[in-house]
């Protein structure tokens, strides 16, 4: 099994042709019967691999994959265990290949202390996932959903790389109420940036870098906190979400003289997500609503003064999922995400963009899943024209259609 896992890890890390990944499959599916060990009692080690298709009809969305790509995975390892009766310690390295993005590079996605003195009480120190909505904790959780993305109308796949943790500490707990309960989280720390984050590519699409584009970013902290409502209603819970950004900043070339700087600042950029999840029977009922935005600075001094505007979007969505049986579940979800602060009517497919999806997942065992999905995307905000996404305003299309198959073998 040893010599199994180090040629998907070789696969994982120099697959790039259609061949290739023929041959993870088949790897993949002959792992999938073998014995994994999975640790000690109290040692528990685990991890994924999957390999997907992504193929797009008219734009580079989500990245550039317009004609088809197998530039689509991700894989991780992570490792536990527990000393006495309160204290956890573990960690998780990822990487991922989205397009342009991620390039298969290994980081740390988390590692924490945990120690909980009871259930009203425990912290968190280290690098800890990043508490927003209803499954901003789970973003690589993807054997817990039929859905090869989540509705990017919340969970940009653009940001995964960015927003899937921070570093820091947090305190939580539960608090009983009667038949309901409460969990709270509260945080304090900062996000790790850089131009290879896909959080660039918001910067870089402004049109105000000169290439290859935005050369350095930074915030000072993030901070905020999450509470769910778990309600008398068995399966039915509601969650908001808050966390704010502190001097989220930028620089780079400036488009009309590269070598002049242009400096952005957001002095505070917040995000308010509001979540309802219902799960009854083999049915799963999600909806969410999300605003993040704040003020921005920038300018490129002496040839531009600093200009101050606003920035940022809403975003929702309403989803639906259903086991039909050991082997099969199906999902379909619409989402709608709008530019704020702007001038255009929000006919205009500059500044929204709605998603219409199906999904179709498929578990072959209890390790290895095959997935579907199509995506029907009216609208090109967020999509992006850079470097890496290119999508001129020449040949861009008012619509495009998105087809995503995904494997993941998880032990």
Sequence with gaps: ??????????????????????????CLAAAA??????????????????????????NNYPTADKGGTWDFREMAFNASTTVGD??????????????ALGADKVVLDWAVLDYNVSPAFGLRLGRV???????????????????????????????????????????????????????????????????????????NNSGLYAAPGVAALNMD??????????????????????????????????FAYPPINLHSNFPRFSWNTYSGEYAWNNWVFAAEWQRCGGDINYGAAPLMP????????DGWYAAASR?????????????????????????????????????????VNEHLLFKIEAHRIDGVYQTFDTARIP??????????????????LSF
């Design 1 to 26: 099994m040893y010599g199994a896992m180090k040629l998907l890890t070789y696969l994982s890390l120099h697959a790039r042709s259609k061949g290739a990944c023929v041959v993870l499959g088949a």
């Design 33 to 58: 019967h073998a014995a994994i060990p999975v640790g000690s009692s109290n040692v528990q080690i685990g991890g994924f691999f999957s390999q997907g298709y992504l193929y797009s009809s008219d």
């Design 86 to 99: 309160h204290l956890r310690i573990g960690g998780q390295v990822f990487a991922q290949r989205l397009g």
């Design 129 to 203: 996932k990043y508490p927003k909505g209803l499954y901003g904790e789970a973003l690589d959780l993807d054997v817990v959903r039929p859905y090869v993305f989540l509705p990017g109308a919340v969970y940009s796949p653009i940001l995964r790389d960015f927003s899937a943790s921070f570093d820091g500490g947090m305190v939580y707990g539960t608090i009983e109420a009667g038949r309901s309960s409460f969990d709270y989280k509260v945080f304090y720390g900062d996000i790790p940036m850089s131009p290879e984050k896909g959080v660039a590519e918001f910067y």
């Design 221 to 254: 902290s993030v901070a905020g906190g999450q509470l769910t409502w778990n309600t008398p209603v068995s399966g039915l819970k509601f969650v908001y979400s808050y966390s704010a950004y502190r001097n989220l900043a930028t620089d780079g070339p400036f």
């Design 306 to 313: 600093t200009v101050y505007d606003r920035s940022g979007w």
């Design 323 to 363: 086991r039909l049986n050991d082997k099969f579940e199906v999902g379909a979800y619409y989402g709608d995400l709008e530019q704020r602060f702007s001038a255009r009517p929000s006919s205009d497919p500059v500044v929204h963009q709605r998603d219409t999806s199906v999904s179709v997942r498929y578990d």
């Design 391 to 408: 999508n001129p305003a020449a040949t861009r299309q008012d619509q495009t259609t998105v087809f995503a198959v995904k494997t993941t």
